[in-house]
């Protein structure tokens, strides 16, 4: 790598350290350049990317950050990196790539400012990825959705047959106000008093 190369390599990872989700540092000794290319392209495939660097060029480029001492001690013999724009991504690639390539060793890597111990990194890995996650919130948002309409529709089917079936019913009309009560004594009928009042005229009478 020539001079301004090296130049415009540290200009353009400083921006990255700056904007990336996750930086994974790992060792790829023993690694074919056929598996470094896969491992490329799985890593391309979710939005990230696979850098094989000099850590020459790493320490100058960490020497402006304030990053601790743990994660510049990974830059020790034939070190790459994989990061992504998300938390999850590269971690999730570089342990799926490693379990079927143990040339590949994760070391440990680094969110923002917070320094990841390998079994942070391989913790992260085990998250389900973003898309994985936006597939199970789409589910949780859709299935009491159509829970939902199906209640709604079923309440108004039932209540629909509850009119129906209501209509059915011969149930009798209130009386009218002009109407006289059943309970109400016919003209040819005496009341019970009436019919008292004569029984009793009779006896003194006699």
Do not use: C
Not at 167 to 192: Q, R
């Amino acid at each position: 790598m020539k001079r301004d190369q090296k130049k415009q390599f540290v200009k353009n990872f400083k921006d990255i350290l700056d904007n990336v989700g996750i930086l994974v540092v790992t060792h790829y000794s023993g690694l074919k350049t056929t598996q470094t290319d896969e491992l490329r392209l799985k890593i391309k495939e979710v939005g990230g990317k696979f850098v094989i660097v000099k850590n020459s060029l790493m320490k100058i480029i960490l020497k402006d950050h304030n990053i601790s001492k743990e994660f510049k001690a990974l830059f020790n013999g034939p070190v790459a990196l994989t990061y992504s724009e998300d938390e999850v991504s590269a971690a999730k690639v570089a342990f799926n790539f490693s379990k079927d390539n143990d040339k590949l060793l994760i070391l440990g890597g680094m969110i923002g400012d917070k320094f990841l111990e390998q079994k942070d990194v391989l913790e992260i890995a085990t998250l389900p990825s973003l898309d994985e996650i936006r597939a199970k919130l789409v589910s949780l948002i859709q299935t009491p959705a159509r829970n939902i309409a199906y209640a709604l529709k079923f309440s108004a089917n039932k209540l629909a047959r509850v009119f129906n079936e209501y209509s059915k019913l011969d149930i009798p009309k209130e009386n009218k106000p002009n109407e006289k009560p059943e309970t109400e004594a016919k003209p040819d009928e005496k009341s019970e008093v009436e019919t008292n009042n004569e029984n009793n005229k009779e006896i003194e009478d006699k």
